[in-house]
């Protein structure tokens, strides 16, 4: 069994780094902040004894080492980066979990056959640079690493400059083998709250399509334009905002969109905005739904377009289908839950993982724990200690079970 | 009559300060390039033999001495900041017609029996700082000069520090009394052009009420969060920037209603927007329609915040009523543009202008020319010299009229 009291001290050690007033942390991913935690876990698994590797794009792999090295790693892990709104436990309680395992097989003496690996990955939330699920998405040849390392943020700085920044930029070089990967994860969402369980066996997580819209119009003086003559942006933007919040609605109960980031120009309250760009985030368990939301959002900018006389312009930037985990392993996930005597339920993830990238190379399964309200991506989040703790005496045993002693 | 083409060059050469790449002009408020633009209309003013006086809210007073220096002065007068879309000729048209008729006064050596005064009022276009029309709104007493001072911009600038930084913080003390107000602008609207006339007769300008509008929801994640479970800020804002359209659209012709600056928070791709913050600019014809507007606004921001569950909270930053401007100085703008055979029209303005405070102090009119397609607050803003020329010697007419030669 491990320690959940050491899991929980852990958690709120690296909370402290980029900890914000309201209880949350803003630790975007590639700043001096994210940095500073990754030193940190460094040293927490160099103590443990492990040998540490830093990829290409910054993914940063704990190895503990097995009776037969030659074995591909079982492997568990999730980001640490978090959103600017961010809390202590979205990844940070998968890297952590990983870690605690560990920290466990040293003190019960234990050796396994294959080696175990902790990962870091890098820039999982997609909040300052696109494409999300980075490091694990180039880990799993899901992009190229060029493809990533190109991206900018707002400012105009590239992942490929950031990494250099904190000294995460590793050696390239093809991916190795992974044997079996799981994570542990707070659900994010309140399904497991609502219904009283402590365990959420994942089964899949929705496909996600993510976009840039931009339109062009007319900057024009917001006093003597009639109404009639105006080529808002804005205004064309917001009746887009209404529709793709229509798209999910209307597909109830799992399809999801989002606009979240949305930007005018030239942004003066007396000037009828020329330009508007937004970001669209489609969600869906099913990759012919997620092509249907697709359409809509294409007809819906379209017709908007046509109507107001206005250009719209849409770019996709993020594609991943829908992706069921192993069988095998998500039965492992429940069968151990259940010996341990923890209440379970399947789940379907509604966020992305880096198990969804990892689950394309090797056999991979998630464990989800609650959270409080199902609130994430929010200051405010929280877990409770037993749950998280829960979660990681499972990972434990999939771990080991998969490892072999 | 006025030299159309040194009037031209005038505008072109005040035009480079602050040039953009599509043609226009970007020289907001009490930045670095007003500091500039405003040094060259001094010199130009005191090489026509104005002296030059500043006040405490950076109003520069170019004056030319009359027959008889105890007489108020017959002002004219506009503003020389932009919008960061801006024209050449919004506000620098007002300015430097005035300065046009002092030279032509030169050249013909009329010496009136009053003083002539070429103001050029502080940050007019409220785009930087608010209220709007601010140097005119001081010395008119609209609000007081230390509410002026302390306004900020979004890096959190005061006007006090910002006039301090270009060299035009002026000394405090009462206004002096006008005797007379013109004020030369393009329309900045389609009116004059829709009708084929040279001078628009100004009537009167619409009331405005501004408004910052806050929403405040619940930031959570954009995959597992439930659709009916949101609390999105960015989804209220949408609809009441729909709905503040309809504010107006409703009651046409006169009425106006635009959102034109909006920013969301955390704004990031994948969390639901817990804050959104934009501006509302309301304007009518008749005070008690816009009493009107402003009750709808309220109206429907209390709807979509129980709707929606969000709370939404509205602050008035800018209120001016309706301003008719004086009968008979109006009269002397439609006689001598019939004088001088320029087809002329009655308009409203749609447009605050400093002319709408001044009024409130000193028999006031205005005098509009046609722009390209009605359009300014835009780079592509335009105007003929014929036009202009045309408007400037209408201004000259009504200020030998008003001061007396
Ligand atoms: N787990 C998590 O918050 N991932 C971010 C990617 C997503 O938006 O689904
Ligand atoms: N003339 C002009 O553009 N004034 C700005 C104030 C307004 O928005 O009406």
Same mark, same amino acid.
């Given at each position: ?5 050491? +899991? ?8 402290? =780094?980029?900890?914000?007033? #309201?209880?949350?942390?803003?630790? *975007? ?22 040998? *540490?590797?830093?990829?290409?794009? @910054? ?28 809390? #202590?436990?979205? @990844? ?13 097989? &040293? ?24 494409? %999300? ?37 590793? $050696?390239? @070089? ?11 994860? =707070? ?24 976009? &840039? ?25 917001? !009746? +887009? %905002? ?52 697709? $359409? ?17 312009? *849409? ?15 998500? !039965? ?34 998630? *464990? ?6 199902? =609130?994430?991506?929010? !200051? ?14 499972? +990972? ?8 072999? %002693?």
């Amino acid at each position: 069994r491990t320690d959940g009291a050491r +899991l929980w001290q852990s958690l709120m050690d690296l909370a402290r =780094i980029g900890a914000t007033l #309201k209880g949350g942390v803003c630790r *975007i991913a590639l700043t001096d902040l994210d940095g500073q935690g990754r030193d940190l876990f460094v040293r927490w698994a160099q103590e443990a004894g492990c040998s *540490i590797r830093v990829d290409a794009i @910054g993914n940063i792999f704990a190895r503990r080492a097995g009776a037969d090295d030659s074995l591909p790693p079982v492997m568990t892990g999730s980001h640490i980066d978090t959103q600017p709104t961010g809390g #202590k436990f979205d @990844g940070n309680y998968g890297v952590l979990a990983g870690l605690e395992v560990l920290r466990t097989l &040293d003190a019960a003496g234990v050796r396994t056959r294959a080696p175990l690996e902790v990962a870091v990955w890098t820039n999982e939330e997609g909040s300052r640079f696109v494409p %999300v699920m980075m490091g694990s998405g180039v880990f799993c040849g899901a992009f190229t690493l060029e493809h990533a390392l190109d991206q900018r943020d707002a400012q105009g700085v590239s992942v490929g400059e950031a990494l250099a920044q904190i000294g995460y930029a590793g $050696a390239a @070089g093809p991916a190795p083998a992974v044997g079996a990967y799981f994570e542990a994860h =707070i659900e994010q969402g309140p399904v497991l709250e609502n219904h009283g369980r402590v365990i959420g066996v994942v089964t899949a997580a929705l496909g996600q399509r993510w976009y &840039d819209v931009s339109v062009q119009g007319m900057e024009a003086h917001a006093g003597p334009t009639p109404m009639e003559l105006r080529r808002d942006a804005l205004l064309a933007a917001s !009746e +887009l %905002v209404l529709e793709i919040n229509r798209i999910a609605t209307e597909r109830r109960p799992h399809a999801r969109s989002t606009v979240g980031t949305i930007e005018v120009f030239p942004n003066s309250r007396n000037v009828i905005p020329g330009r508007a760009r937004f970001s669209v985030d489609l969600r869906a368990p099913d990759d012919a739904q997620l092509l249907d939301m697709d $359409a809509a959002l294409r007809t819906a900018c379209a017709r908007v377009a046509a109507e107001r006389g206005l250009q719209i312009d *849409i770019e996709q930037v993020v594609y991943f289908p829908p992706q069921p985990f192993m069988p095998q392993l998500t !039965e492992a996930v429940r069968a151990n839950a259940e010996d341990l005597g923890y209440s379970h339920m399947d789940v379907v993830s509604g966020a992305g993982h880096d198990a969804v990238y990892l689950a394309r190379v090797a056999p991979a399964a998630m *464990i989800f724990v609650p959270c409080a309200d199902g =609130i994430s991506h929010n !200051e405010v989040e929280s877990a409770e200690p037993a749950h998280l703790e829960a979660g990681c005496n499972v +990972l434990l045993r999939a771990m080991l079970a998969a490892a072999g %002693v």
